[in-house]
């Protein structure tokens, strides 16, 4: 025991008649001694001394050794103080009690690791009244108490029926009932009868503390009665718990009697179970499985020892014995539930990821306060290369637990959930189950990787299957059709992940907890790089870090030009190439001095040209160009809307793989336009000669969402007006017929992308203001936001008002030149397709 190890009590009591010598003759003479004034003090730790009773401790603690030292070193007399929080280490005087007793020490054996064994007898209860040294022990000015007894017919009546209350006791712990018996009937003195049955009472350091100090004989024994009754419900209910256990330990007995005679039976006849058997059935039994699991696999083994050994039936049912026997049913990892050292690893491994490490804080601050606690089902949904799938292996790094992936990616059969029936040939579990067997342990951390990916077909519904596993409320009996048997997996933390939410299950979706994990800006990235990403290729390349050190500016350039993602999966494959190359180089180049320093040229020459571009001035340069911002799968992006038109009948055609909504959002933002033509400038009766054609670049990829209505309405106004968008300008918001600007989702991710493509003003609804919360500082120092309400504002900040004006010459005064203009914005909307 070290030296901050407690004060604690080795046994419940000296036995009885090792004290009960003692109460005539030592008790008058400790009546009749004199208290000096002062004591050293012993804290003690959920323990309290009473008087005439003797106790061990075990002492540990420095400052406790040297009390002792000096009480013994004198009159061998010592306070006894017990600590109101038994937590404490170092316990100040007001961490204990201010009543006590003074105690004699009677034995001391010191242990060679510096501990001690204490036995001290009680011998008069104390009143700290100050405190006279604090180092290097605590000595306290003391007053001594005495009991306030007054003889009458009721504390005789009080005292008898306590005895009483404590024979009934001891007959229910038949092993001190004769010694505790006699003990008992040596007292003459209520007092020192009261102190000797809350000795022996098994409770709670609180309650001891209470009695003593209740000065008043009368109280003290009323106490006392209160409490005995209680003990005596407590031991009657156990009695009654151990009659009916011991009653089932003898059925279990006499079965296992019978098993090991019709073994015998079965060894004279020569049908002895063959080895395989014997050890199946020592495997099962020694197994802790539910009592019906058990049952069914011991009923399962006895029709395994009647089949032949070489029939298929013999093996299917071996198979299904083994999987049985090797599940954890009730093996588990105990979590390391210490908050800091869980901050540390997540920190450790992942930059950033603020809300996720604080849900996993919580999740350990909770299951400390308890411990049955059902484990969470985590749902991680962000685009690739987040760090998803590698947060849940830090999970399980962090809690101690093992770890479990599978991937659901394209996974169509309901069997790879629930498993097959045994009636199935080459029948197997499934994941789920199979995943537990793996690590041998009931409650790891398991990760279900893209479940947005499952689909369905004849074969069934896997994310029906999952309905059951993640849904906290049923899994404690998840049934596999192979096993046939409930298993508990409320203990097991599911993290499932997505890159999107939208072909997920509404019911699938309500059971998990979503967790979102945002692309990372430019800095992030940056952070990311040199602390993670170019060690773990250093050292994945064989390389020393004084080989290949990589410049910020470096770093800079593979971000900025080689790589245009809302992860850093792309970022990292790029500098594992720089590595390779760099390890080539030193290969070859042995006895040469090289270059160790990663520069931006050195990027350049080993990863050729650039392939990411900043062309936003240039591309919105003719009017009818207007930059949006989209969310996909994989993070925020820009897009450009290019609006162009032609003689014709006012027809509106629409390309580059729109979604319904999204041509929905055209054909409104139109109407819009032609609605409030004369407010605009705009000439209304051009719309019905000239055909309209708006596209979104990158054609082969599909679009859709409603949040490009407001960048459509800006570009068709630019076609209209003939007045280009501002440059390096972007614009997300939903449109309505009457021109409100509604909110959008994914702000975070599109401010990122508008970031990332060089983006200096952004236009957001109003009602977005909040999400902006979510983005780093850094990056808003570079953005200008503007916030509007309606598409008024938009045309105001996105066009500027002289070039409006300019155009109400032309709708009041038609001529020549506006089909000039037309063709103009036609021909250079031409060029740039």
Not at 203 to 208: A, I, M, P, R
Not at 285 to 304: S, Y
Not at 464 to 481: I, K, R, T, Y
Not at 666 to 685: F, K, N, V
């Amino acid at each position: 025991m070290s030296d901050s190890s407690e004060e604690k009590t080795i046994v419940q009591n000296i036995h009885p008649e090792a004290q009960e010598g003692n109460h005539s003759e030592q008790a008058i003479e400790i009546q009749q001694e004199q208290f000096p004034q002062q004591l050293p003090i012993l804290p003690l730790r959920n323990a309290v001394v009473f008087p005439q009773a003797a106790l061990p401790l075990s002492v540990g603690r420095k400052s406790s050794l040297l009390a002792i030292d000096a009480a013994t070193s004198g009159d061998r007399l010592i306070g006894a103080l017990t600590q109101q929080d038994g937590t404490i280490d170092k316990p100040q005087p007001d961490d204990l009690y201010q009543v006590g007793t003074i105690c004699r020490v009677l034995r001391m054996i010191k242990y060679p690791n510096g501990t001690a064994l204490l036995i001290v007898q009680g011998v008069s209860r104390f009143q700290v009244t100050g405190v006279a040294q604090q180092q290097p022990y605590l000595i306290v000015n003391l007053q001594p108490l005495e009991s306030e007894l007054e003889y009458d017919i009721e504390l005789e009546a009080l005292t008898k029926q306590v005895s009483t209350q404590f024979q009934r006791v001891t007959q229910l712990v038949p092993a001190q009932a004769g010694a505790l018996q006699l003990a008992l009937s040596s007292f003459e003195d209520p007092g020192q009868l009261a102190d000797f049955i809350a000795h022996h009472l098994d409770l709670d350091s609180e309650d001891k503390q209470y009695i003593l100090e209740t000065l008043n004989v009368k109280e003290r024994l009323m106490l006392l009665l209160r409490f005995l009754e209680e003990q005596t419900e407590i031991l009657e209910l156990g009695s009654k718990i151990h009659t009916q256990v011991k009653g089932e330990i003898e059925k279990g007995m006499r079965e296992r009697y019978l098993r090991e005679q019709l073994s015998a039976i079965r060894h004279e006849l020569g049908e002895e179970d063959n080895p395989e058997i014997i050890e199946l059935r020592q495997r099962l039994l020694r197994v802790k499985m539910p009592a019906k699991v058990e049952k069914d696999a011991l009923r399962e083994l006895e029709r395994l020892s009647e089949i032949y050994p070489g029939s298929a039936e013999y093996t299917v049912a071996r198979t299904y014995l083994e999987w049985l026997i090797e599940l954890p049913w009730s093996k588990s990892t105990r979590d390391k539930l210490d908050l800091d050292r869980a901050e540390r690893i997540l920190n450790e491994d992942h930059f950033d990821l603020v809300k996720i490490k604080e849900r996993l804080m919580e999740y350990l601050a909770v299951l400390q306060l308890k411990k049955d606690l059902k484990s969470p089902i985590l749902c991680l949904v962000g685009p690739p290369g987040v760090g998803k799938t590698s947060l849940g292996q830090s999970i399980a790094r962090a809690l101690g637990r093992k770890f479990v992936r599978i991937s659901l990616g394209g996974m169509r059969d309901e069997a790879e959930i629930r498993g097959h029936r045994r009636t199935y040939i080459g029948a197997l579990p499934g994941r789920i189950i199979q995943g537990l067997k793996r690590v041998g342990a009931n409650n790891p951390v398991f990760m279900l990787d893209e479940i947005d990916k499952l689909r369905s077909d004849f074969m069934g519904d896997p994310a029906a299957a999952l309905l059951e596993v993640l849904d906290p409320e049923q899994n404690n009996s998840f049934e596999d059709h192979y096993i046939d048997q409930p298993f508990d997996l409320s203990r097991v933390l599911f993290i499932a992940t997505a890159n999107i939410t939208s072909p997920i299950p509404p019911a699938l979706l309500d059971r998990v907890e979503l967790l979102e994990l945002p692309g990372y800006s430019e800095e992030e990235k940056l952070q990311i790089a040199k602390r993670y990403l170019v060690p773990r290729q250093i050292k994945g390349h064989g390389l020393r870090r004084n080989q290949a050190r990589f410049e910020e500016e470096a770093l800079l350039k593979v971000i900025r030009e080689y790589t245009r993602e809302a992860g850093v999966r792309n970022l990292e494959r790029e500098i594992a190439t720089v590595c390779r190359k760099q390890a080539t180089a030193l290969v070859r180049g042995k006895g040469k001095r090289l270059a160790r320093q990663i520069t931006p040229a050195q990027v350049v020459a080993w990863l050729g040209p650039r392939r990411y571009f900043r062309e936003l001035a240039e591309r919105t340069e003719p009017s009818g160009v207007a930059i949006g911002l989209a969310w996909t799968p994989v993070g925020g992006e820009i897009i450009f809307v290019e609006a162009t038109r032609m003689r014709g009948k006012g027809h509106l055609l629409l390309t580059g793989q729109l979604g319904d909504v999204m041509k929905e959002s055209a054909q409104t933002a139109l109407s819009y336009l032609r609605s409030q033509a004369e407010r605009l400038d705009l000439d209304p009766g051009s719309f019905e000669r000239w055909d309209i054609h708006i596209h979104v670049p990158a054609g082969a990829i599909p679009k859709d969402g409603p949040s490009a209505g407001v960048t459509i309405a800006i570009a068709l106004a630019s076609l209209w007006s003939d007045a280009p968008v501002l440059p390096e300008l972007a614009m997300t918001g939903e449109i309505t017929l009457r021109g409100v600007v509604l909110p959008v989702g994914g702000i975070r991710e599109k401010v990122l992308a508008a970031h990332r493509a060089g983006i200096k003003t952004i236009i957001l609804p109003r009602h977005n203001e909040g999400d902006l919360e979510e983005v780093a500082a850094t990056i808003k120092a570079d953005l200008q936001f503007k916030l509007v309400d309606n598409i008024s504002e938009v045309l105001r900040l996105a066009l500027p008002e002289r070039q409006l004006a300019a155009q109400s010459s032309i709708r009041k005064s038609p001529s020549s030149r506006r089909p000039k203009k037309s063709g103009s914005g036609q021909r250079r909307s031409r060029r740039r397709g």
